[in-house]
């Protein structure tokens, strides 16, 4: 069974800097491309940015890009979102998804491309 867990969500300043940690048991953690996601109150859920498998490819939303960075530990199962810069606009639930299947190609776009969710981690940013 699957299993993802989100964590490192909280309260922070505007400009502040806040780390996301992802854990994903019941796979080969290191042949699956992962992704973060987020969904603020009454708005859609939106992609953050995604990191193939082997780390070779990564993408992020323009609101995010020069502020945000994600990365992967393979060897922890571990997936990181880095913040920096937050800004109120960022306050949401964040998720952390994992791609259908083993080695396969994910665009930010194409949620269906993410068969395994967490249940997420609040981040709110205060003015």
């Known amino acids: 069974q699957v299993q993802v867990v989100e964590s490192g969500g909280g309260l922070v300043q505007a400009g502040g800097s806040l780390t996301l940690s992802c854990t994903a048991s019941?796979?080969?953690?290191?042949?699956?491309?992962m992704a973060w996601f987020r969904q603020a109150p009454g708005k859609e859920r939106e992609g953050v940015s995604c990191?193939?498998?082997?780390?070779?490819?990564?993408e992020y939303a323009g609101s995010v890009k020069g502020r945000f960075t994600i990365s992967r530990d393979n060897a922890k199962n571990t997936l990181y979102l880095h913040m920096n810069g937050l800004k109120p606009e960022d306050t949401a639930m964040y998720y952390c998804?994992?791609?259908?299947?083993?080695?396969?190609?994910?665009?930010?776009?194409?949620?269906?491309?993410?068969?395994?969710w967490g249940q997420g981690t609040q981040v709110t940013v205060s003015s």
């Open positions: 019941g796979l080969s953690f290191g042949d699956y491309s």
């Open positions: 998804a994992a791609a259908q299947s083993r080695r396969t190609l994910v665009v930010l776009s194409v949620m269906a491309d993410f068969g395994y």
């Open positions: 990191i193939h498998w082997d780390g070779s490819m990564i």
